[in-house]
Every structure is written in structure tokens, then in C-alpha cells.
Nanobody
Framework: VQLQASGGGLVQAGGSLRLSCAAS????????VAWFRQAPGKEREFVAGIGTRDSRTGYQDSVKGRYTISRDNAKNTVYLQMNILKPEDTAVYYC???????????????????WGQGTQVTVSS
């Protein structure tokens, strides 16, 4: 499966952005899809994920209540709605897919074999 991430940009603190992860070569509703982010000098970290059949979601604690992951099967796209953005949310955001179910606890980048190219999110204070 090929993934194309988009939607990043520059936004002021408190603002919102919606990231998109468009898939080709596979249906997103048959995969576990996650968003990760990586800030300069830091490791890539899990942000949010959505499961396959039951669409169960999981979030990093720091984004709970602010971010929402969703899926549009008709468009074969997974979204990440990000609200109340903070400067510490600044990072390159990546989407990733795993054809197997993922338990959204202790999620590691190594659990995912397909990756999009990343989209920059910059939040100014």
C-alpha cells in the first residue's frame, strides 16, 4: 500500500489543522492506520491510530481531547483533526499502515511497514 500525507502548515497556537492520509493499493478499512510525529532531535512517536473492522481508536495522552482520527472508506483516506494546537505539537507528521490489527498501547514505529512521506506542522506561540 502507498500512503500520501498532506494538510500540514503553519498555524498559531490554539488553531486547528486537518491532516489527510490517502491510500492506494489497498483499502484503509482493512488496515490499522496510525499517525506518528517526529520533532527535530527527538524520536518518532505515536500520536493516534484507528483499527480495522471495529474502528477502535487510540491516542497519545498529550493529544487526547484535542485530536481526532477518523476514516472515510469511500475516499480511502484517514484523517487527523487537530484542535487547540500547541507549540509542542510542532513536528513532521507521518501516517503509517499495518495490515494486521494493532493494540493501541505501546505502539512502536517498527510495528508499521508502510509509511507516507510526512507533512510539516508548525505551531507558533
Amino acid at each position: 500500500v502507498q500512503l500520501q500525507a498532506s494538510g500540514g502548515g503553519l498555524v498559531q497556537a490554539g488553531g486547528s489543522l486537518r491532516l489527510s492520509c490517502a491510500a492506494s493499493g489497498g483499502a484503509v478499512n482493512t488496515m490499522s492506520v496510525a499517525w506518528f510525529r517526529q520533532a527535530p532531535g527527538k524520536e518518532r512517536e505515536f500520536v493516534a491510530g484507528i483499527g480495522t473492522r471495529d474502528s477502535r481508536t487510540g491516542y497519545q495522552d498529550s493529544v487526547k481531547g484535542r485530536y481526532t482520527i477518523s476514516r472515510d472508506n469511500a475516499k480511502n483516506t484517514v484523517y487527523l483533526q487537530m484542535n487547540i494546537l500547541k507549540p509542542e505539537d510542532t513536528a513532521v507528521y507521518y501516517c503509517a499502515a499495518n495490515r494486521r490489527p494493532v493494540l493501541w498501547i505501546g505502539v512502536r514505529p517498527e510495528d508499521f511497514g508502510s509509511w507516507g512521506q510526512g507533512t510539516q506542522v508548525t505551531v507558533s506561540s
